[in-house]
C-alpha cells in the first residue's frame, strides 16, 4: 500500500484525512506513495513562522546562523546514504543523486562558510561606505540591509529535491528569515526525508522550516510585504503565479526561475580535430543524459559551424551510444528514467511540437534499448538529438522545452548568426562556447551575455577544472531574463540579499556609528591613557582612538627606504624627473608611509595583539614631501569574535579592524585605510559574550 507523506506545519507533522494523488516508482512503475496536503492551516503556517522562526533567527548574528548553517550541512552528511536510498524511486543514478544530494549539502557549507568571512557578526548588514550629505560632515547616510519580517515561500521544481530545497534555505536562513517549503508532487518523499532529518537534528529554531507536501491552497492569500515567494518550475505555473492578486497588490517579493532553452556553441575555428570539438561533444552528451536531462540548465540547442554538422552528429552519436538507459540499479547503467510516465508523456508531446520544424538525427522515439527487466512500466526515455535545417526561420527550437534528453542541433554560418541564434532563446539561464580563439570567445561572450544569466567558456585550459555547462554554483548568479523567468539566486552573499530589505538611514555619523555597531568617518571618537595594543579584544571599545606622536619625513628616510625596498621610481629619487612630474618635487614612497605609520602607532611590547591580519582599502590622498611632518589617528573601526573553537596558537581571538588615516601637518589627510589585527580574548569575558 502507498504511504501518505505529511506535512511539517506549526510544529508538527499532518497528513491528509482522505486519499492523495499517487506518486509511482519511475523504473517500477509501482505505486509507492499519497500526496496530499488537504486539511493544512496555510494561515496558520505563516502566523507560525512569523511568531516563532522569524524572531528567533532575527535575534542570531550572521555568524551564529552560518554556524546553524555548517552544523545542518555535517548532520545531513552523515545521513546521505539514507537520502540516495529514497531517491532512488526518481529514477536517479547515484551520480543523478550525487548532484542532488551531495551537491544541496556543499551548497550550505558555502553558504555557511561565506557568511562567517564575508557578513559581520551582527543580526544585520551595513551596506557600503557611509555617504557623507554635508559639507561639515555632520550629516551623512549609511545603508542598511536588515531581514524581512515575513516568511519565505520556496515553491520548487520536481528534478532537484534536495538541492533546490538547500539551495534556496541557506540564504534565507543566513539572512534571518523562516521558510516555508512547497516541493513538486512527484518527487517530495525526498524532501520529506531531508527536512525530517533537519528537524530531527534540533538545529534551527522552531518555527524556522515548514513543508507542505501536496497542493499550496490558499497560502498566497496570507502573504504581506515582509514576506518573499520564489517559484522554481514552469513558466507557465510561474507566471500565473506572480500575477495573484496578494502578491502584486502587496508587492510580495518574487523570485521566478522558469524554463530555459539555453545555447552551447562550437566556435568556427574548433574543426572536429581540435581539443574543444571533443569537449563540446562530451559536453553536449553529457548535459542531454544527466538526471535524464531534467536540468533546467540543459544543453538544449547545440549551435554548430554549418560545414561541421555531419561531424558533430556522428560523434554526439558515438558518444550517447557508450551511455546505456535502464535501471540505475544495474550498475552498467548510465541514464535512469524520467521522473514518471506522466512526465514522460509530457516530453514526447513537446518533442512532437519540435518536430514540425526539426528531424531526429540521433536516437528514436519508437525503438530504444532498455537495460530493465520491465522496461514497459518505467518512464523510460532515450536521448534525442534533433536538428533544425532553417533555424532563423523556423521558432520551435527557440520556444519549446522538452524537459528530458532532448537537444537540438542549429547550423550557423557566422558569428553574427550564432549570436542572433543564441538569443532567440528569449532570454536563458546559462549558455556556453566552446573555442581556442579569445577573440571570438570575447564576441560571442558579450553578444550573448545580455540574454543569459551565466556564461562559461570553454578551451583547453580550463576544461580540465571546469565545473560544467549545467551546474549553477552557489558562488555564482543563477538566474536567467526573459523566458528564464528573470530572477535571481546563488551569487554567493547577493542572494541573501533578496530576504532582506536595503534602508537607506541618514543622520548624524555618531548616531548612524551606534545603529551600526562600527566606527564610522565622522562619528566620535574614545580616548584613554592606556595604548589600544594593551587592550584584549573584550576590553577595546569601538570608537577608541590613539592618536601618535609627530615624524618628520626626511630625504634620508627616503633613500634608505629606496634602498631597502629596491624601488628607487623617480618619483622618490631623481630630483630632476619628480620635479618635470605631476608631484613638482620629489615624494616619500607611499608604502614608507605606511611603514612609518606603523611605526608610529604600534605599541611594541608583547602583549593581546597577536598579529597583523591584513590591510584592505589603502588610499594615497596626497603627496608627503621631504620635510612634511606626519602623524596617525588609529581608531577600533569593527569587531568580530571568532570562534571559541581552538586556534592553532591555543587561545580565543577576535579580528579588529583599525579605521587608520595619516595626515600632515596641515592636518591634511595624505593616506587612509584599515589595519586587521588578530587580538587576543580574555577567555572569561570571551565566553558570556558567547
Ligand atoms: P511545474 O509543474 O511548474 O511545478 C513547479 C512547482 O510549482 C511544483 O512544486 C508544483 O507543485 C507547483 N505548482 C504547480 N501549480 C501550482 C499552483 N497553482 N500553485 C502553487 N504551486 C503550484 O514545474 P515542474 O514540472 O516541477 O518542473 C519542470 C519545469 O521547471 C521545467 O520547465 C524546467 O525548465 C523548470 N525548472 C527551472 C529551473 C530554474 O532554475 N530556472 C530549475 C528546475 C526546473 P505540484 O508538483 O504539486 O504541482
Redesign the pocket.
Known sequence: MAEKIASFTCGAWHTAPGAG?LVHHAVSGEPLYE?SSDGLDFQAMTAWARAKGGPALRKMTFHQRARMLKAVARYLLERKESFYEISKATGATRKDSWIDIEGGIGTLFTYASKGRRELPDEPFHVDGPIEMLGANRTFAGQHICVPLEGVAVH??????PCW?MLEKLGPTFLAGMPAIV?????S?YVTRAVVAAILESELLPPGSLQLIC???GD??EHLTCQDVVT????????T??KQHQVVLEHSVRFNL????LNYSILGPDAHPKTAEFELFVREVAREMTVKAG????VIRRVLVPARYESDVIAAVQSALAKIPLGDPSDDSVRMGPLVSRE?AADVRSQVARLLASCSVVVGSLEQFPVRAKHPEQGAFFPPLLLRCGLPLQANEAHEV?A?GPVSTLLPYSSIEEAIELARRGGGS?CGSVFTADDQVARELCLGTAPFHGRLLLVNEQCAGESTGHGS?LPHLV???PGR??G?E?LGGIRSVFHYMQRTAVQGSPQRLSVICNRWLSGAETKHDQVHPFRKYFDELQIGETWVTHRRTVTEADIVAFAGLSGDYFYAHMDDGAARASIFKNRVAHGYFLVSAAAGLFVDPAPGPVLANYGLENLRFLKPVYIGDTIHVRLTCAQKTARDLDPMPDGGPQGIVAWDVSIYNQLEEEVAHYTVLTLVARKLDAAVTSE
Request: hydrophobic fraction near 30%.
Open positions: 494523488a500526496v515553491i520548487n521544481a520536481f528534478n532537484f533546490g512547497k516541493p513538486a508532487s512527484v517530495c501536496g497542493g499550496t497560502l498566497l517559484f522554481t518550475g514552469s513558466k507557465d505555473t510561474g500565473r503565479l526561475e522558469a524554463d530555459s531534467q536540468k533546467c540548465t512526465h522545452e524537459f539561464l549553477p543563477h538566474g536567467g528564464a523567468g530572477g539566486e
